[in-house]
């Protein structure tokens, strides 16, 4: 398998996700603005999203992957279909409870993650409605989840990367045509997560049908239990939940501290959060997503040569991509902000409110990224408690960060604090890494980093030109004219940095990996 090849597949799929969320997010900027009830939706819709990280589509994926990986090579097809099916009942069983129970105490939970909505007139019973609507999603995604981890062991990555795509469709035709139909029409929104949720697993099912992997969910609970793969992943996800579960707690301190701020300040945030996701996603998650199998099989066959080459690979590629997006969103962020989101109910305060909280998450983007690709370093080997270590020492440096940020830089603060604690994250993995001796840096980094300062360094001045030459927020009467020089602007400037690397020696021919 071409490496570089499946990591464009994947990125491709995740490009036409995010250009699908940026118009989500748009149309919601544009329909509902930054308000109370817009507050609303996103603290509900983080409650799930939460849920789903911390027992699924993280934990889960961390512990699962690995596992079924080893039980396809050493174990045969028939073993590891028995696996995934009793997998698939243990997750539907548990997750369909956890969401009954999640319906029930749905205001309790929105109290517990965002006590300042109770003082936002009608945004706390809104966001008590729409969490009770939307809490299934949770075992809808594992599910989905569960699915995407036995393909992109089988290295089938497209349909994986595809399925977000249906969400955000979802999201759109929902805000589009439902919304006006409905007497609250936000509710809409929440209704577009459970059918997107259905949607994501439904897509799947023809390419694990394909490789004979189709899951029976059973009715035997105790049965599926009881098997000895399960209980092996099981007993990884105890720590690898709390690996997750320290992040998102510390999302949740967040969220409950911007609810305490400005109104609109849980909105600018999440705003913020899906642009600086559109890098984090193309490369961190995609390149998360095809290295796990591929460090999971490398340890499996006790190759520690590829194991190491695996990860110099994708450390590489991602200071490569991730140093010049940062530069982007910290010098150009109220363009971009103002070119996707200033339209409609969104106004010119908005725009310096998500402006500042994007230049904030520049400053960690490389460390939000990196995590993402030394994080497997440790799930493929199987060992999860380091992450967990690391991750509660970062909990408490975000928690000081904020306590030291959020005063002087109100919501941008809670950013600049994320952004810091993933810088020290991606610092105390590279050492462990390195330290255990599972990961031996290559030569040339010296060089290869001189030469990117170079080029970052030429980026970072032009973008602020740019970022200052032209009047953006008063380009919203023009939109086309605005949209088309934010296009022109950025095609210049990443023609520029490949062109001055180029012109430097830098060779692209590295990242030309094949696996077996």
């Avoid at 990224?369 to 270590?389: E, H, N, R, S, W």
Wanted: net charge positive; with cysteine.
């Amino acid at each position: 398998m071409n490496l570089l090849r499946a990591l464009l597949t994947v990125s491709g799929f995740t490009l036409l996700s995010r250009i699908a969320g940026l118009a989500r997010e748009v149309l919601i900027a544009r329909t509902f603005g930054a308000s109370p009830l817009t507050d609303a939706f996103n603290v509900a819709f983080r409650i799930p999203n939460l849920l789903r990280r911390l027992s699924a589509e993280g934990a889960f994926s961390q512990a699962f992957v690995p596992i079924l990986a080893e039980f396809k090579q050493q174990k045969g097809h028939d073993e590891t279909k028995a696996l995934v099916d009793a997998m698939s009942t243990v997750l539907t069983w548990v997750l369909s409870l956890l969401s009954l129970f999640g319906m029930l105490g749905a205001s309790a939970v929105v109290f517990a993650v965002a006590t300042g909505l109770k003082d936002e007139g009608n945004g706390f019973p809104a966001a008590v409605h729409m969490t009770r609507v939307m809490f299934p999603y949770i075992a809808l995604i594992s599910l989905t989840s569960l699915a995407a981890g036995v393909l992109n062991v089988y290295r089938k990555f497209s349909l994986p990367a595809f399925a977000p795509v249906l969400l955000n469709v979802s999201f759109i035709f929902a805000a589009l045509f439902v919304a006006p139909h409905v007497a609250v029409p936000i509710y809409a929104l929440a209704w577009a997560v459970l059918v997107g949720g259905v949607l994501q697993f439904l897509v799947q099912l023809p390419g694990l049908k394909e490789i004979d992997m189709l899951p029976r969910i059973g009715l035997h609970f105790m049965r599926a239990l009881r098997h000895p793969g399960v209980k092996r992943v099981l007993a990884k996800m105890v720590p690898a939940t709390f690996s997750v579960s320290v992040a998102q707690v510390s999302l949740i301190m967040n969220t409950n501290i911007a609810s305490r701020l400005a109104a609109g300040s849980v909105s600018w945030i999440t705003y913020a959060d899906r642009l600086m996701e559109f890098p984090s996603a193309m490369l961190g998650v995609a390149l998360g997503t095809i290295l796990l199998p591929s460090l999971s099989k490398a340890h499996s066959d006790a190759d520690h040569g590829e194991y190491s080459a695996l990860l110099d690979w994708g450390l590489r590629l991602t200071f490569l991509l991730a140093a010049p997006s940062a530069i982007a969103l910290f010098f150009f962020a109220k363009p971009l902000v103002a070119s996707i989101l200033d339209y409609g109910r969104f106004n010119a305060h908005d725009v310096e409110m998500v402006s500042r909280a994007l230049t904030a998450y520049g400053v960690g983007l490389v460390g939000l990224i990196v995590v993402k690709i030394l994080t497997p370093g440790f799930y493929a080997k199987q060992d999860i408690k380091t992450p967990v270590k690391i991750a509660l020492v970062v909990l408490v440096v975000t928690q000081i960060c904020n306590y030291l940020f959020v005063p002087i830089f109100a919501h941008a603060g809670l950013a600049l604090a994320i952004g810091v604690g993933a810088c020290l994250n991606g610092v105390l993995l590279y050492i462990g890494l390195v330290r255990r001796g599972i990961y031996k840096p290559s030569a040339g980094w010296g060089k290869f980093l001189v030469q990117l300062l170079g080029a970052c360094l030429v980026l970072a001045g032009v973008l602020l030109w740019l970022s200052q030459s032209f009047d953006w927020v008063g380009l919203r009467h023009t939109p086309f004219v605005r949209l088309s020089l934010l296009g022109a602007s950025l095609v210049a400037v990443a023609a520029l940095y490949f062109g001055m690397l180029w012109a430097m020696g830098f060779k692209y021919t590295f990242f030309k990996r094949r696996v077996s």
